[in-house]
């Protein structure tokens, strides 16, 4: 965190900010961070989101092994159920895009939706652009262009992908990338740069920022549509979170280690091992809170929940829920707490997902793979949204603290 006399402007991407004025003195760039469940999603939540988990494994390993990303291996492109997406403007006048924000990639793109508005700032490059993400991919052109955040600050010169072709984006324009940049490696041919420097790079390197870092603040919602998070590019928002930060190094396990990949255990309730220390990610871009397979058969038994074939999440009954005990996430030597409310998915938002009015469902689910295999576990958009998150490029390393919403009971 730095200090209020800073001189240079913490950036902040943030919703909600007049009815909750924040304590930093820094003039702040401000900008809506939105929690969409789209209703119209072709495969339940737990699929979606292996299939999300399963592509970032294959392109990680990809990435340790030396080989390209176009030898990962493709899955079928998916609807984004449940995103969080910033409004951010590209150009001069600026056209507004819609956009996913999204720790485990690092390009940003846009003309999945609406189409690219060329205009007097916007320079073709001599490249094509293609990623491909476990829940969809893209193909099109590079661009570098002036990237409005906010009503005030701009980035020049930030490379942009124009989408030609994309799946499984529906319903938005394009992806803010902000994971780790060597995510960015051999995305443009033929070009040969190592990387391509993220909004949050340039930010930092352009001046706007202090420290190459960005923080994330989600709020728990029970609707379907909602401003509930915030984004702090170059700072920490010590408004959004209770107590101090704990920060945790990113693994040296592969292929975690090629995202923000971090080393945790999982235990249930007083003494319940759910999972021993291991190496996984956190990110914004999974709904659920995702654990390796032998994991998640512990959980299930410690629970007695069962396997709802419709959404894809396990179920328990309103006994069950009334006796559920908490999950306790252990970080850098820090225990995190999950309680039994921030187990369950909103019953306001049951139906959306293909679930019964009053069914009580779990957002821990199963990854798909066994432990021990270098990416056992996802801390997604659900454990997101009772922490504060700081993703630290500079000092490669992923910051957690408790907020007023780790123990509140809004589901």
């Given at each position: 965190?730095?200090?209020?006399?800073?001189?240079?402007?913490?950036?902040?991407?943030?919703?909600?900010?007049?009815?909750?004025?924040?304590?930093?003195?820094?003039?702040?760039?401000?900008?809506?961070?939105?929690?969409?469940?789209?209703?119209?999603?072709?495969?339940?939540?737990?699929?979606?989101?292996?299939?999300?988990?399963?592509?970032?494994?294959?392109?990680?390993?990809?990435?340790?092994?030396?080989?390209?990303?176009?030898?990962?291996?493709?899955?079928?492109?998916?609807?984004?159920?449940?995103?969080?997406?910033?409004?951010?403007?590209?150009?001069?006048?600026?056209?507004?895009?819609?956009?996913?924000?999204?720790?485990?990639?690092?390009?940003?793109?846009?003309?999945?939706?609406?189409?690219?508005?060329?205009?007097?700032?916007?320079?073709?490059?001599?490249?094509?652009?293609?990623?491909?993400?476990?829940?969809g991919d893209f193909s099109g052109t590079e661009?570098?262009?002036?990237?409005?955040?906010?009503?005030?600050?701009?980035?020049?010169?930030?490379?942009?992908?124009?989408?030609?072709?994309?799946?499984?984006?529906?319903?938005?324009d394009g992806i803010l990338g902000i994971g780790p940049?060597?995510?960015?490696?051999?995305?443009?041919?033929?070009?040969?740069?190592?990387?391509?420097?993220?909004?949050?790079?340039?930010?930092?390197?352009?001046?706007?920022?202090?420290?190459?870092?960005?923080?994330?603040?989600?709020?728990?919602?029970?609707?379907?549509?909602?401003?509930?998070?915030?984004?702090?590019?170059?700072?920490?928002?010590?408004?959004?979170?209770?107590?101090?930060?704990?920060?945790?190094?990113?693994?040296?396990?592969?292929?975690?280690?090629?995202?923000?990949?971090?080393?945790?255990?999982?235990?249930?309730?007083?003494?319940?091992?759910?999972?021993?220390?291991?190496?996984?990610?956190?990110?914004?871009?999974?709904?659920?809170?995702?654990?390796?397979?032998?994991?998640?058969?512990?959980?299930?038994?410690?629970?007695?929940?069962?396997?709802?074939?419709?959404?894809?999440?396990?179920?328990?009954?309103?006994?069950?829920?009334?006796?559920?005990?908490?999950?306790?996430?252990?970080?850098?030597?820090?225990?995190?707490?999950?309680?039994?409310?921030?187990?369950?998915?909103?019953?306001?938002?049951?139906?959306?997902?293909?679930?019964?009015?009053?069914?009580?469902?779990?957002?821990?689910?199963?990854?798909?793979?066994?432990?021990?295999?270098?990416?056992?576990?996802?801390?997604?958009?659900?454990?997101?949204?009772?922490?504060?998150?700081?993703?630290?490029?500079?000092?490669?390393?992923?910051?957690?603290?408790?907020?007023?919403?780790?123990?509140?009971?809004?589901?």
């Amino acid at each position: 965190m730095f200090s209020a006399s800073s001189l240079v402007a913490t950036l902040t991407l943030a919703l909600a900010v007049a009815a909750n004025p924040l304590a930093i003195r820094e003039p702040l760039v401000t900008l809506p961070f939105a929690k969409r469940v789209n209703i119209t999603g072709t495969v339940n939540l737990l699929q979606r989101d292996q299939a999300r988990a399963q592509g970032l494994k294959r392109l990680g390993q990809a990435r340790t092994s030396g080989v390209v990303p176009d030898a990962v291996i493709s899955v079928p492109a998916t609807n984004e159920l449940v995103d969080y997406v910033v409004n951010v403007g590209v150009g001069t006048p600026a056209t507004t895009y819609s956009l996913l924000v999204d720790t485990g990639s690092s390009n940003t793109w846009v003309g999945a939706g609406k189409k690219f508005v060329q205009t007097s700032s916007s320079v073709r490059t001599k490249d094509s652009v293609s990623v491909t993400y476990g829940s969809g991919d893209f193909s099109g052109t590079e661009f570098t262009d002036t990237v409005t955040l906010g009503s005030g600050l701009t980035i020049k010169a930030q490379s942009i992908g124009v989408a030609s072709r994309s799946d499984g984006f529906q319903g938005v324009d394009g992806i803010l990338g902000i994971g780790p940049v060597d995510l960015t490696t051999d995305t443009l041919s033929p070009d040969t740069r190592n990387t391509i420097p993220t909004v949050t790079d340039n930010l930092f390197s352009q001046g706007a920022i202090t420290q190459n870092l960005v923080a994330v603040s989600f709020e728990p919602t029970t609707s379907e549509t909602s401003t509930n998070g915030e984004l702090t590019f170059g700072g920490t928002d010590s408004s959004k979170f209770t107590g101090s930060i704990t920060f945790a190094p990113i693994t040296r396990t592969s292929p975690a280690s090629e995202f923000w990949g971090i080393d945790q255990s999982v235990r249930f309730g007083t003494n319940t091992n759910i999972l021993s220390s291991t190496a996984g990610i956190v990110d914004t871009g999974t709904t659920l809170t995702l654990l390796a397979t032998d994991a998640i058969q512990r959980y299930q038994r410690a629970t007695g929940a069962v396997l709802d074939n419709n959404t894809g999440l396990l179920r328990l009954t309103t006994a069950q829920f009334n006796s559920l005990q908490s999950l306790f996430f252990t970080i850098g030597g820090t225990s995190f707490e999950l309680t039994a409310n921030a187990q369950i998915w909103p019953r306001n938002l049951n139906t959306a997902i293909g679930g019964n009015a009053n069914s009580v469902y779990l957002i821990v689910g199963d990854i798909g793979t066994p432990s021990g295999e270098g990416l056992d576990f996802i801390n997604g958009q659900t454990f997101l949204e009772r922490f504060y998150s700081v993703f630290d490029t500079a000092n490669r390393r992923v910051g957690l603290a408790q907020t007023s919403f780790t123990h509140a009971t809004t589901n």
